[in-house]
C-alpha cells in the first residue's frame, strides 16, 4: 500500500544450484576439484534482504524447503520495492513455487506478514486491498486467519472474527472472490500450490523413520547445493 492506494504487485524468485558449491569439473569427489566456500548468492530484487533472509529460514524450518545452499533471486515486476512485511507471503509462494518447481495459483492473491514462529500475522488496510483483488477479477485471496474481518463490507460467511473465526474456512466477498483463511506459512502454501501439495501427500502417506528423514534431507541438499537445475516462480500479492 502506497499511502492510501493499493498497488497489485507481481514477485517473482529464481531458485538455483549454487554457483560456489563445486570448484569446478568433477565436482566435490571423484578426482574432481574440492567444493568452493563461496556461499550460494542472494539477490532480493524489489525485496528487503533481511525479509528475505527470514523468510528463507521460516520456509527451512517450518515448510521442510531447504534454500541454504541454493542461490535465490527474487525480482518484483516493473521494479518497485516491497517495503512492508504484508508481502512475505508472497515472497515465500514465490520462492516455494520455484525450489518445488510447481506453479502458484494464477488467480490468487496473498498476502500476510511471516512470523518467526511461521504463523501469518494480520496486515493492515484489509479493505482497499480485497476490493483492488476482486476489482482485477482474482478468484481467490489468501488471508491470515487472525485477520479481523468486522468492519470490512463486502464479506460473506461465518468466521469473520480474528482467530476465533479459524484457518482453512472459505468466505465470500462480492464479486465472487473466494477468501481463504489460513494461520499459518504452510497452510497457504497447500492452497496457493496445490500441485505441489499434492505430490507431498502422496509421497507422505507413511511415517518416515529418522533414518529416512535424514537421507531426504541429504538428497535436498545435494538437490539443491550440485545440481545444474534452475527454476523459477511468481506470485501475486500485496
Do not use: C
Not at 114 to 120: R, T
Not at 140 to 164: C, E, K, S, T, Y
Amino acid at each position: 500500500v502506497e499511502g492510501s492506494r493499493p498497488l497489485l504487485l507481481e514477485v517473482q524468485a529464481l531458485v538455483a544450484s549454487s554457483s560456489g558449491a563445486w570448484g569446478g569439473e568433477g565436482g566435490g569427489g571423484g578426482g574432481g576439484n574440492p567444493p568452493s566456500t563461496a556461499p550460494p548468492l542472494r539477490s532480493p530484487g524489489g525485496v528487503r534482504r533481511d525479509r528475505l533472509a527470514l523468510i528463507i529460514a521460516v520456509l527451512a524450518k517450518h515448510a521442510r524447503l531447504r534454500l541454504g545452499r541454493a542461490d535465490v533471486h527474487t525480482n518484483v515486476v516493473g521494479g518497485l520495492d516491497l517495503r512492508e512485511p504484508s508481502a512475505d507471503l508472497a515472497v515465500a509462494v514465490a520462492l516455494a513455487s520455484a525450489a518445488l518447481d510447481s506453479p502458484a495459483r494464477r488467480d490468487a492473491a496473498s498476502f500476510g506478514e511471516v512470523g518467526l514462529g511461521g504463523e501469518l500475522r494480520r496486515v493492515p488496510a484489509l479493505a482497499p486491498r480485497l476490493a483492488e483483488a476482486a476489482k482485477l477479477g482474482f478468484k481467490l485471496a489468501v488471508i491470515p486467519a487472525a485477520q479481523d474481518l468486522d468492519g470490512i463490507g463486502g464479506v460473506v460467511g461465518g468466521g469473520r472474527g480474528g482467530a476465533g473465526g479459524g484457518s482453512g474456512k472459505e468466505l465470500l466477498y462480492k464479486g465472487g472472490m473466494k477468501l481463504v483463511r489460513a494461520a499459518t506459512l504452510s497452510e497457504a502454501l497447500k492452497v496457493l500450490l496445490p500441485e505441489a501439495a499434492g505430490r507431498r501427500r502422496a509421497g507422505g502417506s507413511r511415517r518416515k523413520s529418522a533414518a529416512a528423514v535424514m537421507e531426504e534431507e541429504e538428497e535436498e541438499a545435494r538437490e539443491f547445493g550440485g545440481g545444474g537445475e534452475e527454476s523459477e516462480g511468481e506470485a501475486a500479492g500485496w
